[in-house]
């Protein structure tokens, strides 16, 4: 008989069996759903169950959106990412000014905060822009390049004095008609919209220029020059160039501007009509 | 028949036919020298082509060995458990390392056992065809008729195989069901075991968490894996020589028809070996196996072999003896065993069987030379029988010791009808419950 009572301890007696509870294992352990559950369904259920712990606790809640947003600001506040400096082209430096002190950004600006679109938008509003090319160049440049409105014109309208385009939109508003003497005076409600006409009178009467004060545009349906001397010219509503030009060649052959014509009406195709200053008809 | 035996056997047999539907089943040798468990994994019978090698041979196609393994048998003797938790160890260590060669767990287990002193019982039903044909239950009705002979205290009943039918005077019938006639008889041969083995055999696999599918002896199994179709048709005897006791089983018309067990086997001669050469168990183990033979020529004087022991004692460690000294101890022995075997086949009547072949299987057969002395003893038709091959066995396995075990195998895939798979006819069920259905039924519709 074997001591009942002996410790399989020795080297020599290591008991090649495993135990009981290493056998209920390994057989546990064979199962293909325990491993399952194991390996896949209780990590991913312990996961699920600490997020929602994280998710549905105020403090964890709150110390998370700190800490993201920490996170994110450090990283949105690299100096790599920063637009230090905005660089306008082709513009003049009135519009340069203005344009700088609407944009709705202070500098150092991160890349991340503003929005181009946006800043296109507000400029492309401004009245002297025709068109803007918004873009970040290397070394944290905002370029903006902005296609100017040129003024060609000065209107004078019930609001006031503006300036205007070749095509008729306002550049601007000029205090005096002194200051932008270089340009024509156009008055009359309805000018801007038929500048284009406007601009060929202007080629056409380049030889009575300085005689011109204002191009007025009547009833928003013709023109009358008016030139200095309280003289004015009519024009029609239809074809004012055929009669300019048949003003000019009345000019040149009888000067008639010299004479003491208060108004020169082409308006009736059949019949021009001259008004004379204080009756003066004999001379 | 009583009840109970009924019970437990069906529900080793529900838990086998749960088993096979699960595709997975283990088989279980315990034997005396070694102890051996396959896992066998039931593919469906597609699974395996004619281009495989494999025929349909008796059904051990339908399933594939997946795990094998083997471990020293502890704590069994003469092929009985006798220190429970050694064994239970041992049980532990195969099932554990042949579930890992599987890959999987197996719940259910086909056991398999040698000893407990199998006894081999005739039994003799005869009963009248009430509407002249033969039916499911006349032949219930007939297997309850034949009288069990008093089989002893503490013994129970292992197999109970119907192996013939007769109707009227024509016998021999392997169905008869839907033949005409009077009379049905049927003959019964009936194995019983001690209980306490089998006991203890049942309570080590509880312990291991295993839910037993089935009992075999495995005298046998042994039959049903080494005895090829045609032996076990014409009547053969098939001869077990396991480590601690030695399995006889004789077939005739695919049935097992005798049984018996002697209580002696292989470690008697190595027992002998220790004996007479003054060495330790292994040595003499180590020199049955590789020097062991049973019939002497002068080469084997002249054959030395070294005694390596360490006493300290110059003297007795470095003898040697000659390799006909071991013959002259393991013949004897070997004559003993199969003088025992040939004993038992004639008092079993294998004289009168048609065909006198015995096929020694086992272990112990391995032993150079057997069959030469075998056909001396048992008669000249003596061969030495391998079991069957079986899909995905290793090369280790296929040796003569594992033919209990395969027959186990081929016993849980495709097991012979025993009599409690035939059911209990009606009218052994007590009339008081019938009438209490049946006044239910009255009382409530």
Known sequence: MQPLSLKLNTRSEVDPAPSRINYRFQRLWLMRSFRLFIKWISPLFLCAAFICFCFTNEKTLSFFKFYSSNAIDSFVDRPELLIKLISIEEASQPLERIIRDTLPISLPISGFDFNLTNIREVIESLDAVKSVDVRVIAGGILKISVLERLPAFVWRNPKGLFLLDKEGAIVGEVLNRARRSDLPLVTGVGADVALTEITNLINLLKPIENRVIAYSRISEDRWDIVLDRSQKISLPSEKPELAVGQFLVLNQSENILDKKVERIDFRNKQRLTLTLRDNQINN | ???????????????????????????????????????????????????????????????????????????????????????????????????????????????????????????????????????????????????????????????????????????????????????????????????????????????????????????????????????????????????????????????????????????????????????????????????????????????????????????????????????????????????????????????????????????????????????????????????????????????????????????????QDEWWDFGIPASGYPVKSIKRVAKWFKENW
């Open chain 2, 1 to 415: 028949m009583n009840k109970e035996l009924f019970q437990s056997q069906l529900k080793m047999r529900r838990a086998r036919q749960l088993a096979i539907q699960r595709g997975l089943i283990s088989v279980l040798d315990v034997g005396s020298s070694k102890i051996t468990c396959f896992v066998l994994s039931f593919d469906g019978p597609d699974e395996f082509k004619d281009s495989d090698g494999i025929g349909t041979m008796s059904g051990q196609s339908s399933f594939r060995i997946i795990g094998v393994a083997t471990t020293r048998s502890r704590g069994v003797r003469f092929g009985e458990i006798e220190s429970i938790h050694e064994t239970e160890r041992a049980i532990r260590t195969v099932v554990q390392a042949s579930q890992k060669m599987a890959g999987t767990r197996v719940d259910h287990v086909v056991a398999t056992f040698s000893g407990a002193r199998p006894r081999s019982y005739g039994l003799e039903g005869r009963s009248e065809l009430a509407d002249g044909i033969v039916t499911d239950e006349s032949i219930s009705r007939v297997l309850a008729s034949s009288e069990i002979p008093n089989i002893g205290v503490g013994r129970e009943i292992l197999h109970a195989q119907p192996v013939n039918f007769s109707i009227d005077n024509r016998s021999g019938l392997i169905d008869p069901r839907g033949q005409a006639g009077n009379t049905l008889s049927v003959d019964i041969h009936m194995l019983t075991v001690g209980s306490v083995a089998v006991e203890n055999l049942l309570y080590c696999l509880q312990r291991c968490d295993l839910e037993v599918a089935g009992l075999v002896s495995s005298s046998y199994s042994s039959g049903m894996s080494s005895l090829v179709e045609d032996e076990q048709e014409l009547g053969a005897a098939c001869i077990d020589l396991g480590g601690g006791s030695t399995g006889i089983s004789i077939f005739l018309k695919k049935h097992m028809i005798f049984s018996d067990s002697i209580r002696l086997g292989g470690n008697h001669i190595t027992n002998d070996i220790s004996h007479g050469l003054h060495v330790d168990f292994a040595t003499a183990e180590r020199i049955k196996t590789f020097y062991g033979g049973v019939l002497a020529t002068g080469m084997d004087d002249k054959e030395v072999i070294d005694l390596r022991s360490d006493t300290g004692d110059w003297e007795h460690d470095s003898r040697s003896v000659s390799r006909a000294d071991i013959i002259g101890i393991v013949r004897p022995r070997l004559e003993e065993i199969l003088e025992e075997a040939k004993e038992r086949l004639d008092v079993a009547g294998f004289n009168s069987l048609p065909s006198q072949r015995v096929v020694l299987t086992g272990g112990g057969s391995q032993l150079a030379g057997l069959d030469g002395l075998a056909s001396k003893i048992l008669g000249q038709q003596v061969r030495l029988g391998r079991p069957l091959r079986i899909q995905g066995l290793p090369q280790s396995a296929t040796g003569s010791a594992f033919s209990s075990c395969v027959g186990a195998s081929l016993f849980a895939t495709s097991p």
